[in-house]
């Protein structure tokens, strides 16, 4: 099963990112959103996830479901402690990290100097992408080598950093 926040935008198939699920009980990216999250582990961006159904991966759930009830800071905190108590990765469930292509988030330096990604782009989440549409995938994807992604106030920059060639999409 693959969830993702109303705020994702696909571009590309999803299938690649339940493919991991074939080693592992759940998936998702790393926050990357602010620069705090980088040295923390088990800091996931609860924007999309992928899960089996089984009862490890219910019990994970519902520890996250028993730590938000009632309460209004949402849910991404929660998933960040829930996956670092002992009690859940006592429970035998397979978390890995989806590279940050399945997943592409505002990182924390997006304005000021941008973010480094490689291959297919296959999901944008946040807010900030809303103007995505299936043209700009297309053109955000047309090139899967390394390239650093930069947003200004109209546009996203993308520049190839194995020739630094740059275009605005």
């Known amino acids: ?50 899960f089996r159904r089984n009862a490890r991966v219910a019990a994970i759930i519902y520890d996250v479901l028993h730590e938000t009830v009632g309460k ?18 006592l429970r035998g469930a397979r978390v890995e990290q989806m590279p940050t292509r399945f997943h592409f988030q505002r990182c924390a330096s997006m304005s000021q100097c941008g973010c480094v990604v490689s291959g297919e782009i296959v999901m944008f989440h946040g807010r900030v992408w809303s103007a995505i549409t299936p043209e700009l995938c ?27 060639t740059s275009a605005a999409v």
């Open 1 to 50: 099963t693959l969830y993702a926040d109303g705020d994702t935008r696909f571009c590309a198939d999803p299938r690649v990112v339940l493919n991991i699920l074939e080693h592992a009980d759940l998936v998702a990216t790393k926050e990357a959103r602010e620069d705090w999250f980088l040295n923390i582990d088990n800091r996931i961006n609860a924007g999309a996830i992928g």
């Open 72 to 89: 209004r800071d949402g849910d991404q905190g929660k998933w960040h402690g829930v996956l670092a108590k002992s009690r859940a990765s």
């Open 138 to 164: 297309a053109a955000i994807n047309s090139d899967p080598r390394v390239r650093l992604l930069q947003l200004g106030s109209e546009k996203i920059r993308m520049t190839l950093l194995d020739n630094a």
